[in-house]
């Protein structure tokens, strides 16, 4: 089954000056094995001691592009040149794709969490509205 998808775009000017106009497509939610391969992503940028503390802000640099390649499924060509964002000096940008991929992540969770609300309710509801027959 292909994934679903969700387009977003963003438009930033970098603190170098440079701007940053793009549309991106990424999975709101993710399979097991997109799971996995998040922690793949995030092990091989830390390297072999992947599991042991690191210093300078390593680990949430790891941790952010870990979460937005698993995501992403599509991008302009400037990010991808740019090796999917991290040879980018620029914050601005990858920061604008982050809380975009935190966003449809949220508001995917919250559909699910709507929908089991919403089911829950409607068990509920027939129960409440037909009175029990009465035995002859």
Request: net charge negative.
């Amino acid at each position: 089954m292909p994934a679903i998808t969700e387009q977003f775009s963003i438009d930033v000017t970098g603190e170098s000056g440079q701007k940053y106009p793009g549309i991106f497509k990424a999975k709101p939610r993710l399979s097991h094995r997109d799971a996995l391969l998040q922690d793949q992503f995030r092990r091989d940028l830390l390297g072999p001691k992947a599991d042991q503390p690191v210093a300078g802000g390593a680990q949430a640099v790891a941790d952010v592009f870990s979460k937005i390649w698993v995501h992403l499924t599509e991008a302009p060509l400037w990010w991808r040149e740019a090796g999917n964002g991290i040879d980018l000096i620029d914050e601005a940008p990858v920061a604008a794709v982050y809380k975009e991929i935190l966003r449809i992540e949220r508001e995917a969770i919250e559909k699910v969490l709507k929908k089991g609300e919403e089911a829950k309710e409607s068990i509920k509801a027939p129960e409440a509205a037909a009175p029990l027959a009465k035995a002859p």
